[in-house]
Every structure is written in C-alpha cells, then in structure tokens.
C-alpha cells in the first residue's frame, strides 16, 4: 500500500520547553491512523505542524505528502492541499446557519456576491453525505454537540479532503452519537480518504483503527498494526495500547480504595428532595423533574444518564441556580435545610461544583496557575481585602507538587497547559475552598489514562477524608470502577440507584434509557 503522508525528524521547540524531538510518523493511503499518548505527548503539536498552524519554518523536519515535499505557511495552504483538520474545540460560529458555517472562508460567490442557491444545494448534499437530514438554512446553535461535529465534517468534505484529522472527535459525545461518528469514518475509509484520529478512548482506536502510533514527552515511541484487513479482529490489546503510553502497566485502571472509618461515616452529608428546574428559554419542560437523592460522608455516589438526561442541568442548578428556573425542591447539608441559591451561598455550606466545561466555565486561561488556585477562596489568602501574593503562591506551589501538575512554576499560565494539568488545577481550586461535598462533572473528559489514574487516586483520597463526592460521568467502567451507588437519569427523572455489587454496565444502560413515564 502506497504511502499518503511521511513526516520525518520533526522537532518543535517553544521556549524552554522541546515538544516534539525527532518524531517520525508514515500514513497509509486508505487507513485510518491512531495517535496515542498522554496529555502533553506532543498529539496536538505534531498535527499543528502538519496542518500548517505552525507554519514551515518554525520547526526542523520535513513534511511529504502524496510522494511531495510540503512547506506549508499556513492552515489554507494545508486545506489546498487536501489535508483538513478539526480541532477538540469546534470552530462553528453558533448564530450562522449549517451551510453559512460549512462554506465560511469558501463561499460560492461570483463577482462578490454569495450564491445561495448554489450554497444551499452543495449544503444539502454534503449533509446527506455525513447522514444529517437537518436543513441546512438551521443555526448551529440549534442542533446538538454530535450534529456540529458531523457538521464539521461536512465542512472538511466541501474542502476535497484527501487526509481528515480529527483531534479527540467524540470526547463530548455519548456513546450513540460517538458510533455514528466511527460509522462515518469507515465509511471514508471504504471511499479511499485516509484518517488520522486522535484519541484517548482505547476500545474506539481498537474499533476503527488500523494503525497507532504512540507518542511520549514529545517522542515517537513505536507504531503498531492494530488490524491487517478491515474484516480482521485487533490484534493489539487496550493494556498494549497503555503500557506503551504510560511506559509501564496499569494493572489496575483504578486505584486501591480505603473506606471512610470516621464516627460520622454514615451520616448524610447531602440530601437533595423534589428537585425541579425549568428550562432557561422553554419555561414549559423540566430539564430537572423531581430529583431526589443523597451521599453520605466518605461516599462516592455516580450519575450515570445519556446526554439530555438532566444531569449537568442538576448540578449547576444545585450549586448556586446556576442554571435554568429553579420552580421547586430542598436541599440539606447535614440533615440541616439551606440556601444554595447563589454560588457564594451553596460555597458557604459547603459545596462545591467542579464544571465539565474547564475552559470556559472552571478556569481562566490568560492567568497564572497560582491564580487561577487561589479565585474560589481569595479570603484565604487575603489579610485586610488584600491578596497576599506570597501565600497565593505558596499554596499553589504546594497543589503543584501534591496533585503532580506538570509546570515550571505556578507561574505559567494554564492555557498553555496540557488538559489534564488544567483539570488538575480546576480540582485544586476547589479542593483549596475545603469544601464538605464536591460535585464533579466528567472530571475526567478528554484526558488520558495515566492522568485519570491520578484524577482518581484524588478523588479516592478526598473520600478517605470523610468528603462526599458526587462524580457524574458518560463512561459507565468509570462509575462502576469508582463509585459506592450509582443513581441513573432520563429525560430529567431518576430512573434508577444501584448499589456497587448489583452494578453492570447493562443494568446502568437499562435504567438510562427507560422511558420517562415507566415507573416499573
């Protein structure tokens, strides 16, 4: 099989820090590559180069693609070439329509004029071709996550893409939507468009892929046949897969966990009763339809529900109405009714709430890790209204060494970081407001498995402290390797709760999709 693209002694270096050393990547025509490797690998890095992002120049190697030597300046020259590449954050502007945003930069157009009637009816093709039946006059902002990156897609496909890369393509999809998405790239597959993936999810790479390359502190480590022929099983093994990304084993994807023996361990620590919220435009649906639920001192309870089930809309809800129009329900700290209905409020008795969306809603990226620690608590390390910047920073360094943020100094700033250093700073912004129940919401979306482990061994050791933690996760063997009970969700009910020994991964999806007037 002939060779679409070879990158060859690649070497990225940014200011004191080398990225990428040496890294050598070969791509079939026709496959579908893998590229694995802990946050901070260089994944990204590497597909900037290619892409253009770090134009020709800013880095040593070389780049051939379809048998020529490439020296692209920017992302267009990358795009005439064929090579397209979407990024984990989606770049759709949510006001515009599907075929606005699909033709962005490459209208049909004649003498600067937009044809519509021309965008419309390539629209609808390219829509059809990603299995989209929406028109394409809808606004992005009114379809949901997996629609946009079909969407995405779509996009590429108007560009004549010969190389697709996708960068952690399902990290915000459920597990149907994330199907259909793996579905469509054997689908191109099969149409003769290669596909470069990158993915921390390990049993999709064993679906999908043909080939991994594997990737560590800016290096490649190897590259594996995962199948010979499309029909064949994966050879290779998810434990292959790790242990080349960590460079030991992981025999245990979950750390030992010592129960809570406190005095109070079976006191309730909170309680929600009843709990409803309306919908923030729609006033007539409840996104929340009286939740009840609880988690006891030294507890990890989970909630497990597919995307829509309510989840999300119930934490933010419970910490600080953050959310949607609260219409009714009670929440209690210690058998004790309070007030959440501000944030200051929910983190005076005690909660706190760390967000899935970390970019947006958990962190500031243009600010330092030092300050970032420090926004949820500024009185502890204030004397008279005044931030004593030498304490802010000597309680970050001490997050840095404990949670293993990999930083120079607390200094840095966290948009420079890799996603699983800023998940650990969000936890320990919270953590540092000492709070009695932590509400986590996918802590560990888009991070990789040795960085997981760590996330894990935290939240584990939070419970031994006697903390209640609420862990809210769309990836079931989490909940079941982590959590003591496991409530489920639908359509903004409780569906279920099921204790850790009756727990399966079928009787959890059971429960998620009951239908929400079955009450049996």
């Known amino acids: 099989?002939?060779?679409?693209?070879?990158?060859?002694?690649?070497?990225?270096?940014?200011?004191?820090?080398?990225?990428?050393?040496?890294?050598?990547?070969?791509?079939?025509?026709?496959?579908?590559?893998?590229?694995?490797?802990?946050?901070?690998?260089?994944?990204?890095?590497?597909?900037?180069?290619?892409?253009?992002?770090?134009?020709?120049?800013?880095?040593?190697?070389?780049?051939?693609?379809?048998?020529?030597?490439?020296?692209?300046?920017?992302?267009?020259?990358?795009?005439?070439?064929?090579?397209?590449?979407?990024?984990?954050?989606?770049?759709?502007?949510?006001?515009?329509?599907?075929?606005?945003?699909?033709?962005?930069?490459?209208?049909?157009?004649?003498?600067?004029?937009i044809s519509w009637n021309e965008t419309l009816k390539h629209a609808t093709a390219l829509l059809k071709r990603v299995g989209l039946t929406e028109s394409p006059q809808t606004r992005v902002t009114d379809i949901g996550v997996g629609k946009q990156q079909l969407v995405e897609i779509a996009k590429a496909l108007s560009k004549e893409v010969k190389l697709l890369i996708l960068d952690e393509p399902t990290a915000a999809l459920n597990d149907e939507d994330s199907g259909k998405l793996l579905d469509l790239l054997m689908e191109f597959k099969a149409q003769g468009i290669s596909c470069i993936i990158i993915s921390h999810k390990l049993n999709e790479i064993r679906r999908v892929a043909d080939s991994v390359t594997i990737l560590r502190d800016g290096q490649t480590i190897e590259t594996m046949v995962v199948r010979?022929?499309?029909?064949?099983?994966?050879?290779?093994?998810?434990?292959?897969?790790?242990?080349?990304?960590?460079?030991?084993?992981?025999?245990?994807?979950?750390?030992?966990?010592?129960?809570?023996?406190?005095?109070?361990?079976?006191?309730?620590?909170?309680?929600?009763?009843?709990?409803?919220?309306?919908?923030?435009?729609?006033?007539?649906?409840?996104?929340?339809?009286?939740?009840?639920?609880?988690?006891?001192?030294?507890?990890?309870?989970?909630?497990?529900?597919?995307?829509?089930?309510?989840?999300?809309?119930?934490?933010?809800?419970?910490?600080?109405?953050?959310?949607?129009?609260?219409?009714?329900?009670?929440?209690?700290?210690?058998?004790?009714?309070?007030?959440?209905?501000?944030?200051?409020?929910?983190?005076?008795?005690?909660?706190?709430?760390?967000?899935?969306?970390?970019?947006?809603?958990?962190?500031?990226?243009e600010d330092t890790i030092s300050r970032n620690i420090s926004l949820s608590s500024l009185a502890k390390v204030a004397r008279r209204g005044v931030v004593n910047e030498h304490e802010e920073s000597r309680v970050a360094e001490r997050f840095r060494r404990t949670m293993n943020i990999k930083a120079p100094t607390v200094f840095e700033q966290v948009g420079k970081l890799s996603g699983g250093n800023q998940q650990k700073v969000v936890l320990s912004k919270w953590i540092h407001v000492g709070p009695e129940v932590l509400i986590l919401d996918e802590p560990t979306r888009g991070i990789d498995v040795g960085a997981k482990y760590e996330i894990y061994t935290v939240i584990n050791d939070l419970a031994a402290q006697g903390k209640a933690v609420v862990f809210i996760s769309s990836e079931l063997g989490e909940l079941l390797g982590m959590c003591d009970r496991i409530y489920t969700m639908a359509a903004g009910r409780l569906t279920g709760e099921v204790p850790r020994a009756e727990a399966t991964q079928e009787v959890l999806m059971r429960h998620m999709t009951r239908d929400r007037g079955d009450e049996g």
């Open 1 to 113: 099989m002939n060779h679409i693209l070879e990158m060859r002694s690649i070497t990225k270096t940014f200011p004191g820090v080398k990225a990428l050393s040496d890294v050598n990547l070969l791509i079939r025509e026709g496959e579908i590559h893998a590229i694995c490797g802990e946050n901070g690998a260089g994944k990204s890095t590497l597909m900037k180069v290619l892409s253009g992002v770090y134009p020709h120049g800013s880095y040593e190697g070389e780049i051939q693609f379809q048998g020529e030597a490439c020296a692209f300046k920017d992302i267009k020259a990358s795009e005439q070439r064929g090579i397209v590449i979407i990024h984990q954050e989606l770049a759709l502007i949510p006001y515009l329509s599907i075929a606005e945003n699909i033709f962005l930069g490459n209208e049909h157009a004649k003498g600067g004029l």
């Open 228 to 365: 010979e022929t499309p029909e064949a099983e994966p050879q290779v093994s998810e434990d292959r897969i790790i242990r080349g990304m960590v460079g030991r084993d992981l025999d245990n994807r979950f750390p030992e966990r010592t129960p809570y023996e406190g005095d109070d361990a079976s006191e309730v620590a909170m309680a929600i009763e009843e709990w409803t919220v309306r919908h923030p435009i729609d006033q007539q649906r409840n996104v929340v339809d009286g939740v009840s639920l609880n988690v006891r001192r030294g507890e990890i309870v989970g909630i497990a529900g597919l995307m829509g089930a309510g989840r999300t809309e119930l934490a933010m809800s419970v910490f600080g109405r953050t959310y949607g129009r609260y219409t009714g329900g009670r929440v209690y700290r210690d058998g004790k009714e309070v007030r959440t209905r501000t944030v200051p409020e929910a983190i005076e008795h005690g909660i706190a709430y760390v967000t899935e969306d970390r970019k947006h809603y958990g962190l500031n990226l």
